[in-house]
Every structure is written in structure tokens, then in C-alpha cells.
């Protein structure tokens, strides 16, 4: 638990980190401006931590059904080799994406208007900004997304729900009180994180408002 924590922990300031000090100074000195490439580097971090986010919270997720429905053969089953395979293929994958999505919209041109409708140089409001048909990068990311949020929520709903019905058949309640508090944390930002990500990027176009993302 202790070795998804620690990267969960990376995630969480990977991509505060990406904002935050930018944000701050731009509020400090009231100058709400940021280089090009500096606004590359921002996006692609951004969105290389979300998303290995997601898939860390999920691996948190299988450990805590391992540790709770198999607790005999948890030492096999999440042997430190499985466990770093659960964090370094989201880190790849995040990478990968992060790199597609970035390089999409900063080799596209932009027009003048340079005004990001954001605190933050976000995928959505740069594509507002591109001269050409963004049909392609939207499709790019729409797609991505949904397929992060709803893969990675599956493997937390399924490992939940086995962990629920495991707890309902032990006798103690000293037992389904410890297994209730080991979950409770991590469902509180599994919640958190999931419902603000589905606002943001699975909203139709039709209702879609930059004004209310910030």
C-alpha cells in the first residue's frame, strides 16, 4: 500500500507542480502571460501526471482487493516485480499520450488571438486558439479520455464491489471495521478526482463553458 502511496504522492505533486508556482507567480506579479514553450512543457506534464493518476488509483484499488479477499496469497500475487509493472506501464502510457496530445496542437498553427481562457495552459481552451479544422485532436482526445476514466473506474467499481461482498461475509465486526477503514480514503479521492475529471472532459460541446471549468 505504502509503494502506491509513494506514487500517488509523485502524481499529486507532478501535476501541482506543473501549475501551482506558474499560477502564483502570475498572481503575485499580475502579469498573466507564459512563453510558448513553457506552455508546451506545462500541458504535457499536466496531462502525463492526470493520467498516471488514474491508473495508480486503480492499481491502489487491486491491491486493496488483494489484501482484503486474498490475504494468504497476497505476498505472491503482489510480489514487488507485478507491483512495479502496475506503475511504470501508466507512467509509459501517460508519456506516450501526453507526447501525442502536446505535439498535435503546438506543430498546428495558431492565429492571433492569444489569450489562453484559462489559469492553466489546458488542451481544450489551446484548441480554441488553432487556425485549422481541430476535428482530428478533439476526436484524439475525447476518445482518450473516455477510455482512461471509464477503464480505469471499471477496475475500481469491480475491485470495490468484491471487496463489499467479501466484507458482508466476515463474521467479525472488529474485521469489516478495519477493511472499511482501509478503503475509506482512498474511495474519498477516488470520488473527488473522478467526478471533477468527468465535468471537465465529458461535457457535450453544446453546454461545454471554459468559464466554468475555471
Request: neutral net charge; charged residues 10%; contains cysteine.
Amino acid at each position: 500500500m505504502y509503494f502506491f502511496l509513494r506514487h500517488l504522492a509523485v502524481t499529486d505533486l507532478g501535476y501541482s507542480t506543473a501549475v501551482g508556482p506558474k499560477m502564483l507567480v502570475n498572481l503575485i506579479t499580475n502579469q498573466n502571460s507564459i512563453p510558448y514553450n513553457w506552455c508546451a512543457a506545462q500541458m504535457a506534464f499536466f496531462i502525463l501526471f492526470i493520467i498516471s493518476e488514474l491508473f495508480i488509483l486503480s492499481a491502489m484499488a487491486y491491491d486493496r482487493y488483494v489484501a482484503i479477499c486474498n490475504p494468504l496469497l497476497y505476498p505472491v500475487i503482489m510480489s514487488p516485480r507485478v507491483c512495479w509493472a502496475l506503475v511504470a506501464v501508466p507512467y509509459l502510457y501517460s508519456a506516450f499520450l501526453s507526447l501525442i496530445i502536446t505535439i498535435k496542437i503546438f506543430i498546428s498553427s495558431f492565429c492571433g488571438y492569444n489569450v489562453i481562457s484559462h489559469f492553466y495552459c489546458d488542451n481544450l481552451p489551446l484548441l480554441a486558439l488553432l487556425c485549422l479544422s481541430t476535428h482530428e485532436i478533439e476526436l484524439i482526445i475525447l476518445t482518450f479520455s473516455a477510455f482512461n476514466l471509464v477503464s480505469s473506474l471499471l477496475v475500481v467499481l469491480v475491485s470495490y464491489i468484491l471487496i463489499l461482498l467479501a466484507i458482508l461475509r466476515m463474521n467479525s465486526a472488529e474485521g469489516r471495521r478495519k477493511a472499511f477503514s482501509t478503503c475509506a480514503s482512498h474511495l474519498t479521492v477516488v470520488v473527488v478526482l473522478y467526478e471533477t475529471l468527468s465535468f471537465m472532459y465529458l461535457q457535450p460541446k453544446s453546454s461545454h463553458s471554459f468559464d466554468t471549468d475555471k
